[in-house]
T-cell receptor, first 115, second 114 residues
Framework: DAKTTQPNSMESNEEEPVHLPCNHS???????IHWYRQLPSQGPEYVIH???SNVNNRMASLAIAEDRKSSTLILHRATLRDAAVYYC????????????????FGTGTRLTIIP | EAQVTQNPRYLITVTGKKLTVTCSQN?????MSWYRQDPGLGLRQIYY???????DKGDVPEGYKVSRKEKRNFPLILESPSPNQTSLYFC?????????????FGEGSRLTVL
C-alpha cells in the first residue's frame, strides 16, 4: 500500500475550522483516500473518502490536490467532540475485487480542541 | 441502531486459558474482520471473512482462530493466550462492494494476558 504522512499532533480552537493535512506522494491512480477518526476509548469511525474530486458530507469535507499527492480533511467548525486521532489511509480499490476490505492504519494526527 | 457489538469489553486472563471474544453486527454485512491495536504499531488485521464459512488470514493471525457460522457473528478465539496477545482488539464489518473501504468498528475489547 502507498504510504501517507501526517503531522503527529495539531491543536485548534473550539468553533474554528480545522485543516488536517495528509501527504501521499506515491499514490497510484486506483488509490482512494480514506479518512477515519478514533475518539478516546472507541473504535475507529469512518469520516469521508474520495478519489479525485473534493467531497463533502455531514461530518467533514475532503479537499484533494490536483496532482493527488496530498489531501486535506476540513472540519468546518470544531467542537470538543472532534478531539480524536485522525487517520489518512490510501486504499487500492482493486483490492475490493479480491474481497479483503483491509485498511492499513498509520499513527495518525492527534487533534486537540482548545475550549 | 446499526452497530458492531463486542464482548467482553475488558478481560484479564492468565496464560493458556482459552478465551473467546464475541463480535456481532446487525447490519447484514457480508464482510467482517478482526484487528488488534498496539502502541506505535497502529491497527493490524488478524483475520477476515468475506461471507459465511469463508475466512482468511490477515497480517498477524498466529495464535488466533475465527469462525463464521452465521452472517452476524464472527468470534475471535485465543486457544492458548500468551502475554504478547495483550492488546486492544477491534471487530469491524462492511457491506462490501456497496461502500468500498467503509468499515464499521466495534468499541473494542481490551485484553490482558498475565
Amino acid at each position: 500500500d502507498a504510504k501517507t504522512t501526517q503531522p503527529n499532533s495539531m491543536e485548534s480552537n473550539e468553533e474554528e475550522p480545522v485543516h488536517l493535512p495528509c501527504n501521499h506522494s506515491t499514490i497510484s491512480g486506483t488509490d482512494y483516500i480514506h479518512w477515519y477518526r478514533q475518539l478516546p476509548s472507541q473504535g475507529p469511525e469512518y469520516v469521508i473518502h474520495g478519489l479525485t474530486s473534493n467531497v463533502n458530507n455531514r461530518m467533514a469535507s475532503l479537499a484533494i490536490a490536483e496532482d493527488r499527492k496530498s489531501s486535506t480533511l476540513i472540519l468546518h467548525r470544531a467542537t470538543l467532540r472532534d478531539a480524536a486521532v485522525y487517520y489518512c489511509i490510501l486504499r487500492d480499490e482493486r483490492e475490493s475485487n479480491f474481497g479483503n476490505e483491509k485498511l492499513t492504519f498509520g499513527t495518525g494526527t492527534r487533534l486537540t480542541i482548545i475550549p | 441502531e446499526a452497530q458492531v457489538t463486542q464482548n467482553p469489553r475488558y478481560l484479564i486472563t492468565v496464560t493458556g486459558k482459552k478465551l473467546t471474544v464475541t463480535c456481532s453486527q446487525n447490519m447484514n454485512h457480508e464482510y467482517m474482520s478482526w484487528y488488534r491495536q498496539d502502541p506505535g504499531l497502529g491497527l493490524r488485521q488478524i483475520y477476515y471473512s468475506m461471507n459465511v464459512e469463508v475466512t482468511d488470514k490477515g497480517d498477524v493471525p498466529e495464535g488466533y482462530k475465527v469462525s463464521r457460522k452465521e452472517k452476524r457473528n464472527f468470534p475471535l478465539i485465543l486457544e492458548s493466550p500468551s502475554p504478547n496477545q495483550t492488546s486492544l482488539y477491534f471487530c469491524a464489518s462492511s457491506p462490501r462492494g456497496l461502500a468500498p473501504g467503509e468499515l464499521f468498528f466495534g468499541e473494542g475489547s481490551r485484553l490482558t494476558v498475565l
